[in-house]
């Protein structure tokens, strides 16, 4: 009893907390934009606000995390999605696996990013670092609002059940314990990229060095988008069962439109760093990478939706949801078509220049956003207006997001061997040639061995490759390899600036997902068959035999197992399960493939539902497979890389007495 006693004074200190955060996000919200240009004094004031406001929201997100790791079930979010035999990690995750808890976690997110800027940004001018945290308070509000006043996650009841309704069996997963965290840091941290362009628009303050201050944040935040989309990317592919690593769901859309703009936003603001141009681009960017998160967030929790990724399906909060999203989004771009003529043009160069170039990177992504966006948006729209139901699928947006990625893809290598402000494009086709030439040889060395078909296969290779390899390029150029002595080009390459490596890194990333994606779509094979215990096929080469079938309990289920023992060509041999689980609770079931990997290639095996008298099972061949997610990971390290760089701090650029004096207004 004095347990559940004190749990219960938890959850009522932990709704206090949130309420007082709300409160004090609020004051700091009016304050901030009244007072802007009082100086140090308020912008200390709104410091100690925004590290408060973090305080109070760590503890009542303690507080629900207490909730159920101690199955307390009086509060109603912990009898709709928990359990007292579900396994201690999946109790913490079940925090977040629905739409109260979610809300409460991407409040606390908001709420540390914060905080953060509020203790790196001490070298920020006072009016911008007060506004900033003033738009980062004006956000806690808004979100805090509509979680206490329509999706209270400390309701209770009594008396209170003996037993909890479980948690979704597929969210079940350590893959989706650590998904939705770094999605929403993701999501969330280009909320300071955003409140950084409003401060801008507001103060009229924007110039190369407001550049290198957002740099560092977009790319925290492109690091955490990147990490999200790779782990639910991996977390559907082995465990929804279904053998497919991207479905082009509206969900999974709302999370990769923000990446791709969160991109553009990157090379934008480099652009605007080096040589003070793009600034209405920049801050137009920085407004709409935020607010395609925020849709994400309205497609989630708005009900229009059946989805796996979606909480709700509670049309009344979509309408609170797309209210308060209107007047934030609609209001920053009030305020962008108000102010942006007013702030003044950059530097100038030429088309074909390294800024020739981040611009045409940025078109092609845009433009895809664009696509995207009309494909997820349409069937939605058309159904609110007119009722019609439609389906844009796979093929649309293959073919029209394939299409804009082809050039992107082609011209990417030249980007990083072209010149500052002019450049002379044969001359960076020179320094290709190599790369292109081992493109060529191993596209057709693959094709040959694979056996060529009518298809875009070889093309989608020869891009992949040419990605790849001309990622390294620059590398080659800059350190003499092959036209000085091998000591002398490793002291060149050694000495290069960090930069360099870093972005032939993420290339070469990007590239290796290109091979992965090709690779898999043209050749991968499946074999849906029946078996019983004893009985085995082949598959490309493999031979999969069926040897035991059982039931096994789990903590909270009961699993059919299946048992099985894949022969690879050369000889070795593996054995591997694959089972069907049933929860107690709620008498769910989901499927745990067995996926065994041979280099970067795997054989995903997957036990269907039992016949009377047999066993369905479903087996895939996917020829490296691995690369699309090792490609995305080297992505994520070369932005830690270059976040880590020493040239670059977050909030905190360098001494204003270090940079140049032009720069300086």
């Not at 007072?35 to 140090?40: E, K, L, N, V």
């Not at 976690?105 to 670092?129: E, K, T, Y």
């Not at 796996?308 to 209107?326: E, K, Q, Y």
């Not at 942006?340 to 800024?355: H, I, K, N, T």
């Amino acid at each position: 009893m004095a347990a559940r006693d004190g749990s219960t004074m938890s959850i009522e200190f932990g709704h206090f907390a949130l309420v007082l955060a709300f409160a004090i996000a609020t004051m700091a919200t009016i304050g901030g934009y009244l007072f802007w240009r009082s100086g140090a004094r308020i912008a200390l004031v709104l410091s100690q606000a925004a590290v408060l406001q973090f305080i109070l929201v760590a503890v009542a997100f303690l507080a629900l995390i207490q909730a159920f790791v101690t199955s307390d079930f009086s509060l109603l979010l912990v009898i709709n999605n928990s359990h007292s035999l579900k396994p201690l990690m999946f109790k913490i995750s079940g925090v977040w696996g629905n739409h109260e808890g979610s809300m409460v976690l991407w409040i606390f997110i908001l709420v540390a990013f914060g905080a953060m800027v509020a203790a790196f940004g001490r070298r920020l001018p006072n009016d911008l670092l007060t506004l900033v945290l003033a738009t980062q308070s004006l956000l806690t509000a808004a979100f805090a609002s509509f979680t206490i006043f329509t999706s209270n996650p400390f309701l209770r009841v009594f008396p209170a059940p003996l037993q909890g309704n479980d948690l979704n069996p597929v969210l079940q997963d350590v893959g989706l314990a650590i998904h939705p965290p770094l999605l929403y840091a993701g999501y969330i941290g280009f909320s300071i990229c955003f409140s950084f362009a409003i401060a801008a628009l507001i103060s009229g303050h924007i110039d190369q060095a407001w550049a290198r201050w957002v740099r560092p944040w977009a790319m925290l935040s492109w690091i955490f988008l990147t990490l999200g989309i790779t782990m639910g990317s991996y977390w559907a592919y082995y465990e929804l069962g279904w053998g497919g690593w991207w479905f082009w769901d509206p969900v999974e859309n709302a999370s990769f439109m923000p990446w791709l703009t969160g991109t553009a936003l990157l090379h934008s603001a480099l652009v605007m760093e080096k040589r003070n141009a793009l600034k209405i681009w920049t801050v137009f960017l920085s407004i709409i990478t935020f607010s395609l998160s925020l849709l994400g967030t309205f497609l989630v929790r708005s009900g229009i939706l059946t989805s796996v990724h979606t909480f709700v399906s509670d049309p009344s909060r979509g309408l609170v949801i797309l209210t308060l999203l209107a007047l934030i989004i609609g209001g920053a771009f009030f305020l962008f078509a108000l102010r942006a003529a007013s702030l003044r043009q950059g530097g100038l160069f030429a088309p074909v220049s390294r800024e020739g170039a981040l611009i045409l990177n940025n078109l092609f992504l845009a433009t895809a956003v664009g696509a995207v966006l009309v494909g997820t948006l349409y069937p939605l729209l058309l159904d609110a207006l007119t009722g019609i139901t439609i389906s844009v699928g796979a093929p649309f947006f293959n073919l029209t997001f394939g299409a804009l990625m082809a050039p992107l893809l082609l011209v990417l290598p030249f980007g990083p061997l072209l010149a500052w402000k002019r450049a002379d494009v044969v001359a960076a086709a020179q320094r290709l040639i190599g790369a292109a030439a081992l493109a060529v040889f191993f596209t057709i060395l693959i094709s040959a061995l694979r056996g060529v078909s009518i298809s875009l296969a070889p093309l989608g290779l020869l891009l992949g490759f040419w990605v790849a390899f001309g990622a390294f390029a620059e590398l080659v150029e800059r350190s003499g390899l092959g036209r000085l002595p091998l000591q002398q080009s490793w002291r060149r390459l050694v000495g290069l600036p960090r930069s360099a490596f870093t972005t032939a890194l993420a290339h070469f990333g990007i590239g290796l997902t290109v091979l992965g994606i090709v690779s898999t779509g043209a050749w991968q094979t499946e074999l849906v068959t029946t078996l019983n215990p004893g009985e085995s096929v082949e598959l490309s080469g493999f031979t999969i035999a069926f040897d035991s079938y059982e039931q096994v309990p789990g903590p909270n289920y009961t699993a059919d197992e299946g048992r099985f023992t894949v022969t690879a060509p050369d000889g070795g041999t593996r054995n591997t399960l694959a089972d069907r689980r049933i929860y107690v609770a709620n008498g769910m079931s989901t499927t745990e493939a067995a996926i065994e990997s041979y280099g970067f290639s795997q054989i995903y095996l997957q036990l269907g539902e039992p016949l009377e008298d047999t066993h369905v099972v479903r087996i895939w061949h996917k020829p490296y497979i691995t690369l699309i997610w090792i490609g995305a990971l080297l992505m994520a390290l070369a932005g830690i890389i270059s976040l880590i760089d020493r040239g670059v701090h977050i909030g905190a650029p360098r001494r204003a007495a270090r940079l140049n004096p032009e720069l300086a207004e």
